[in-house]
């Protein structure tokens, strides 16, 4: 297997970006909606936006992603990261892509003094709770949505 590098996600990579974010959307059921994508694309590529991305590149092909910011925490006082998406190709499951992206976050976190990085998952992904039972710890924190409509 080829060498895996983890790069900041950069214009060239759209296509393939792309074709993982529509898989992530879909693994969520969420409709299809290119406007959405545009839109986040557009976001990752603003340097006045807070979302970020990162990519895994394996001869010459992304085949993961994540996308994370910072987040205040105020019973804290400081700023922590949030993952937003995590995303691997399905192709490339079991080839430590997911791993390898959290690991640059980490580094990433640590280099802005972020004390953690936390996220959210489905109760029902299995697959990638086991890689995060490996790296993090669960909290016994429950997250709502409010809708405002």
Known sequence: MAEMIIVPLAPEHEADWRRLYRGYR???KFPDDESVL????AW???PAHVVEG???VQDGRVVGL???RPEPSPSRAVEVGFLNDLFVDPDARGAKVGEALLAELRRIARSRGWPFVRWITADDNYRARTLYDRVAKKTAWNYYEMAVD
Do not use: Q
């Not at 545009?38 to 694309?41: K, Q």
């Open 66 to 68: 994540a996308h994370f």
């Open 44 to 46: 990752l590529h603003d």
């Open 26 to 28: 879909a693994f969520y």
């Open 38 to 41: 545009d839109r986040l694309w």
């Open 54 to 56: 990162l990519v895994a």
